[in-house]
């Protein structure tokens, strides 16, 4: 027997329009003046059914259809506690879906942050109302699997700024994953109020080159660089920034396929009047590899009154620790802790922060490395594998802005 087609909402519209149009004749012929039938008791008792239905009951399905047929509200997107800036983040958490906002977001224009899948491990995160040439972005995988992702670009198209994400696993195949994605867009220099300066590298293979473009920030005023030592080994300097002690690095590789970049170490450099910062770069099995990449320098958190926390992870092998140095900081104003609970397995409490949401950031340190975030609201927990894939103890550097 073939199926009924389902009725839209103009139909059954239409269908109550006629049984209220009926039952209002039916009632005029009652009412009108002139000689008429005597009606029966049962009859009386139908029309005054049929009255009550269209005086009381009509209406209330009419108004429960037009409900149901309205468009589903558009949820607030709250705006990054952060001025003068353009910034947003999402915790992409629905890897194989084709398209969706994030329940998980922030966007300093106050505008909805959308994640479309374009591919096998292929996103593209729009950042709504956010476009303008240059800036900083960061990924990290958010993933129970071994996972590497990377950005390959981030541009701006109309009002809007696009950020594409590549991950891929071990094998350098692409493959799905969550992440976690941040952009992050200051100018002119200075405007925030703190400390902070980034840049992408340009050119991987140049022996040095100076980063003088809408893709370099520097709080201080000074020139940002890069110098190229090896295949996959670089320093870059950040100008008029000797002075600094303490603060956090975080590198992701702006790469099409499976890279691994990572902070080997940073220093002030007070002779030079620059601060300086180690950068590595490996393919997904751990050899060198030249490649390009963006680093962010930040002391705290990189503008005043953002709640956030970094903490750099120095004692792999150890149960349970305290970071400290002046390499950690919160805003909560209380200390981090770090447990592990077996290889390469660790949980990280920021106490006196929320984390309910948030922009989770992990680069590996002094390590060839790569690390996920199992789960970055609440309880962050981090998984960190060697090149083989094995879990493996490692250092890294955990990076949290609200």
């Known amino acids: 027997m073939p199926l009924t087609p389902a009725r839209g909402v103009a139909d059954w519209r239409e269908r109550l329009d006629r049984v209220g149009g009926r039952a209002m004749t039916v009632v005029g012929d009652w009412l009108s003046p002139g000689e008429r039938v005597s009606r029966s008791e049962p009859r009386i008792s139908a029309l005054v059914a049929v009255v009550a239905v269209a005086g009381g009951v009509l209406p209330i399905l009419v108004m429960a259809v037009t409900w149901a047929a309205k468009p589903d ?63 900083v972005a960061a990924v990290t995988p958010v993933t129970g699997d071994d996972r590497i992702c990377t950005l390959p670009d ?79 080994s670089y320093v870059v300097y950040f100008g008029g920034l000797e002075a600094v002690e303490g603060g956090t690095v975080r590198v992701t590789p702006v790469a099409d396929a499976a890279t691994v970049c990572g902070v080997e170490r940073w220093f002030a450099y007070p002779e030079g009047r620059y601060l300086a910062a180690r950068v590595r770069c490996r393919d997904a099995g751990g050899q060198p590899v030249d490649a390009r990449f963006a680093v962010t320098f930040t002391l705290g958190v990189g503008a005043p009154g953002v709640a956030g926390a970094h903490v750099l992870a120095d004692r792999p092998a150890e149960a349970s620790y305290t970071p400290e140095g002046v390499a950690q900081f919160s805003s909560g104003g209380r200390a981090a802790a770090v447990t592990r609970s077996e290889p390469g397995e660790y949980r990280v409490e920021l106490p006196g922060l ?49």
């Open 73 to 135: 509200p558009v949820a607030h997107v709250p705006a990054c506690r952060v001025a003068h800036e353009m910034t947003g983040y999402v915790l992409a958490d629905r890897p194989a879906e084709d398209r969706y906002q994030p329940d998980r977001q922030c966007n300093s224009a106050d505008a909805p942050n959308t994640v479309e899948r374009t591919g096998t491990g292929r996103y593209l995160v729009v950042f709504g109302k956010l476009g303008r040439d240059g800036g």
């Open 154 to 232: 981030w541009r701006p198209e109309g009002d809007d700024e696009l950020v594409q994400v590549d991950c891929f696993d071990r094998s350098g195949a692409a493959a799905d994953s969550g992440f976690t994605a941040h952009f992050w867009n200051v100018s002119p220099a200075g405007e925030t109020g703190g400390t902070a300066a980034y840049l992408r590298l340009g050119d991987p293979g140049r022996t040095s080159q100076t980063v003088e473009d809408a893709y370099s920030h520097n709080s201080a005023g000074g020139a940002n660089s890069a110098g190229r030592e090896d295949v996959g």
């Open 354 to 402: 929320a984390l309910k949401s948030g922009n989770l950031q992990v680069t590996a340190y002094d390590s060839a490395a790569s690390c996920v975030a199992r789960t970055a609201i609440a309880d962050v927990r981090i998984t960190c594998r060697d090149p083989s894939g094995a879990a493996a103890d490692t250092k890294f550097l955990l990076t949290y802005w609200d």
